[in-house]
């Protein structure tokens, strides 16, 4: 394995791929350099003498600007070197597409084709509260069910779309809320859905079932918990209904070109540039070239890479939809008087990560090359094939929940840190490192640090990544399955009553 990798060939900062110490020798590139202190992995180091106030390279593009001169071998992080962001800016149309190096396998896997037409992986039994005065409710009607019925058979498994929400709210939380939970209703994962109210809530449910349009009255059941003198019961024998229904689901074969598959980073280190998201941007490039669909969001971490996107917009349209995605996320920073650069985390720093741009640059490498077809709002759901770009925070939770929300059933996970969660569709989680996924087995589900540390090719590790997501598309289980660890967390930004 290298001691110290410059990525690009323009870069004057080296990555540190082990822990080094004070005093080591290397050569980069002809250029040689001594360690002037310790410096961890993932970090990096100057490979040449920089003077305050000039740019740090990497991956061929500023991340930042110097607060004071180094020399070669110095450390080069957040102690010294800040960001070079600020706040909206004006761009420019400027198309550059490349290729799709990948072609059509015509390969399949082994989904449930619904009615409308629609693809699920997964065939599972939902409670969905309107309001989350029924979350208690929910929980109790379900294992009263599986008390009663034993076997869930032809559901994969059961699940309650636990929130907070969907009373005492008022204007885009109220919507923001409701939209959430039509889509999840209207998932291809789900097999069969208990809506769920309470009674008194704003979220109606006369007006939410409004706006599901048309379903299948034999898959998704009502109940008012105010309108029956014994709600578990009635609960129950609506889920008993759906349960019978469905017997008949059998998986079928499916071409890839109807997954769609968000993607995610969370707990990003100094490896995320280099392994996992590359990855999954090869990924993506191959999904697409089968006909298929990814989706990119975490707004705040496109910011210093946005213009990357920009350039690989389909068309003029697309540009100045993706302009409108950066730079109003970019005002709701500012409405709260907050910088939009108050990023990375506590952990990503720990890891290596020292600017936004930093991490954004690695950040939107999980898109791969294609152009970008398409841009959501929050809340919208899927309509176009290809790369899409989708509004929402970089939190991991909500972030996650607006993918699957969108209309994708599975997320692909990276993190270079680590983390259990998973949100209502399949969480496949990357792991950036070999460590982590040698120490967090019941957590990890793939690692991506072979690339680095193992004889494989990046075609190789792509070719094994392709079999495990067909692998869990037919039905195998990812970590977050197993433990059980499913949430849905919905974007808040106003009052509550």
């Known amino acids: ?3 110290i990798l410059q990525i690009h060939e323009n870069d ?15 050569t980069v590139k002809g250029i040689e350099l001594e360690l002037k202190e310790d410096i961890e992995r993932g970090h990096k180091v100057a490979i040449q003498p920089l003077q305050k106030g000039e740019h740090l390279i990497k991956y061929g593009f500023p991340i930042g600007h110097l607060l004071e001169d180094i020399a070669i071998g110095d450390w080069v992080h957040t102690h010294n070197a800040k960001t070079n962001l600020s706040g909206t800016q004006e761009y420019s149309y400027s198309q550059k597409l490349v290729e799709n190096p990948f072609k059509n396998e015509q390969l399949t896997f082994k989904g449930y084709r619904r009615g409308n037409g629609t693809v699920g992986i997964r065939n599972e039994l939902w409670v969905v509260p309107t309001v989350g005065c029924v979350n208690g409710i929910a929980e109790k009607i379900l294992k009263r069910f599986e008390k009663e019925v ?17 009373c005492s709210q ?3 939380d109220h919507e923001n809320t409701k939209q959430i939970l039509l889509n999840a209703v209207n998932h291809p994962n789900a097999g069969g859905v208990l809506v769920l109210g309470l009674g008194c809530e704003n979220n109606e449910m006369v007006r939410f079932k409004e706006g599901l349009g048309n379903i299948d009255e034999n898959r998704i059941k009502f109940l008012v918990s105010q309108d029956v003198t014994d709600e578990i019961e009635a609960g129950v024998q609506l889920v008993k209904e759906i349960h019978a229904y469905a017997q008949g689901d059998r998986r079928e074969d499916v071409p890839l070109s109807e997954l769609k ?25 191959f999904l697409i ?24 917009a389909e068309n003029e349209e697309i540009f100045h939809k993706i302009v409108d995605l950066i730079n109003d996320f970019k005002e709701y920073f500012l409405k709260f008087e907050q910088p939009v650069y108050e ?9 290596g990560i020292t600017t936004l741009e930093d991490k954004s640059l690695g950040c939107t490498q999980k898109a791969g090359t294609s152009p970008v077809v398409d841009v959501l709002k929050y809340g919208e759901v899927l309509q176009k094939k290809g790369l899409n770009l ?20 599975m997320v692909l996970f990276t993190t270079g840190r680590g983390t259990p969660f998973g949100t209502f569709v399949p969480t496949m989680k990357v792991s950036t490192n070999t460590s982590l996924y040698e120490s967090k087995p019941h957590w990890i589900d793939f690692n991506a640090g072979l690339l680095l540390e193992e004889d494989l090719s990046p075609e190789v590790v792509l070719r094994d990544f392709i079999d495990y997501i067909i692998k869990v598309a037919n039905g195998e289980f990812v970590n977050n399955e197993e433990n059980d660890f499913r949430e849905l967390a919905i974007f808040k930004t106003g009052v509550t009553l």
């Open 261 to 285: 598959i968000g993607l995610k980073c969370g707990g990003s280190d100094g490896f995320s540039g280099i392994t996992a998201n590359p990855l999954l941007g090869r990924f993506s490039d």
């Open 289 to 312: 070239a089968q006909g298929g669909t990814t989706v990119l969001t975490e707004v705040p971490e496109m910011f210093g890479a946005e213009e990357i996107l920009m350039e690989r």
């Open 150 to 166: 034993g076997d869930l058979a032809p559901f994969d498994n059961m699940l309650v779309f636990k929130h907070n929400y969907g």
């Open 12 to 26: 004057n900062i080296a990555l540190a791929l082990r822990n080094l110490r004070k005093g080591e020798r290397f």
């Open 170 to 172: 008022l204007g885009d």
């Open 1 to 3: 394995m290298k001691n």
């Open 343 to 351: 990023n990375p985390s506590p952990g990503n720093k720990a890891g």
């Open 390 to 409: 989708l509004s929402a925070p970089g939190n991991d939770l909500i972030a996650s929940s607006a993918l699957a929300a969108a209309g994708c059933q």
